[in-house]
């Protein structure tokens, strides 16, 4: 499991559940730009539109965080402390979209493997928000918080849950994708060749 050693992760205080929760935010941030920069590049109009949805999804998954993590301790990640706590779904964001951005236009045959690979990111991302839930951390917190910053993150529980249930929907998406391209593939493999030729040579 790709957040596994999240679960052993310790959060001292406010402050690294906040940094923890801005880093979020800016994975989902960059996760958009991806998005984006496929559904740009993408020739079939409902798979552009499909993934413009993840894409704002993932957008506004952005802003709940930042807002959450602003709400909590407005102390900011330093540069480069983002792709140190989230490493191993940072650098497949980032990779993927520069990979991509080198690429003119995808075609339909590119769909199924590229679907394939986008719902293994969004498994990483739920992955990540589900960890945080599980843990229970946000009510640990909720104590500590309530007093110093006035904001009760046990009843924000709800809302990382909803996320994660976004990064379900995703999947399901993408993969609706994937088969779907893999079967017009197949169609196109069993299709009888009819060879005309010269009505002489019948």
Excluded at 16 to 43: M, P
Excluded at 123 to 139: D, I, P
Excluded at 170 to 188: A, D, Q
Aim: charged share 30%; glycine share 2%; proline share 3%.
């Amino acid at each position: 499991m790709l957040f596994q050693e999240m679960s052993y992760m310790a959060y001292k205080d406010a402050k690294d559940v906040a940094g923890f929760l801005y880093c979020s935010s800016s994975l989902e941030e960059r996760t958009f730009a991806l998005y984006r920069t496929l559904s740009d590049k993408v020739q079939n109009p409902l798979v552009k539109s499909l993934l413009l949805y993840i894409a704002y999804d993932s957008l506004k998954h952005s802003l709940i965080m930042r807002g959450i993590a602003e709400s909590v301790s407005q102390s900011k990640p330093k540069p480069g402390d983002c792709e140190k706590k989230l490493k191993q779904v940072w650098e497949k964001v980032v990779a993927f979209h520069e990979e991509i951005s080198k690429l003119q236009k995808l075609s339909d045959a590119n769909l199924p493997s590229l679907a394939q690979d986008l719902a293994g990111l969004e498994n990483s991302l739920s992955e990540e928000y589900f960890v945080l839930v599980q843990l229970k951390t946000l009510e640990y917190m909720t104590k500590e918080v309530e007093q110093l910053y006035k904001v009760d993150l046990a009843s924000l529980k709800n809302i990382f849950e909803l996320i994660i249930k976004d990064e379900e929907n995703h999947r399901k998406i993408l993969t609706s994708i994937e088969e779907l391209f893999t079967r017009e593939e197949s169609v196109k493999d069993t299709t009888p060749t009819v060879r005309y030729q010269h009505p002489e040579a019948w």
